[in-house]
């Protein structure tokens, strides 16, 4: 079935640079998102990648697809207090009108 | 320009008691969608609809109805509101560019059934 699983929780330092991941189960996604959510908001699309692609950056951010493995990571740079935020994985599923969010990883910035 | 606008923010029902949430976009967008988020389950797809006119199940409608009044509108009905459906919806929209389809979202309603 469709599935986007990532982990729950990441804690990084400020400065220091945070990874996070997900795995993805459609081989025909066409896009790939990664959304922000702030405590109490709705979601944000943060950067995007298609396809076929491998890898994009924009300033801070750098995603990277492994489209054999179905493999998706964010990277983001001198992580910053303000990144403190959910960061949700989602894939395009069968026709482009649908769209699977994984649950979320919740990232912490330690002083 | 409102984007996704969302009634209400906030509802407590108790369990039995039915209502209606709402969503418009001013986006001339082609494709909504009605999702519920519940902590360490990020947000699962109730209902959405491609165009005006159809809807189609996500992963967990049961419990749940939509209806796409028109091109703006999409709304989602809880006709027997029980304790499980306690969470926050979103409402999101999505345009039909070549390119990215970004979706937009609603501020979402908190709903609490008692």
Redesign the interface.
Known sequence: G?DVE?S?FLSVREGDSSVINCTYTDSSS??L?WYKQEPG?????LT?IFSNMDMKQDQRLTVLLNKKDKHLSLRIADTQTGDSAIY?C?E?VG??????????TRLSIRP | NAGVTQTPKFQVLKTGQSMTLQCAQDMNHNSMYWYRQDPGMGLRLIYYSASEGTTDKGEVPNGYNVSRLNKREFSLRLESAAPSQTSVYFCASRGDFPGLDEQFFGPGTRLTVL
């Open positions: 469709e990532q729950l066409t896009y998102y908001a709705g979601l944000q699309l995007y949700f989602a395009t026709s482009a009108s649908k769209i699977i969010f994984g649950s979320g």
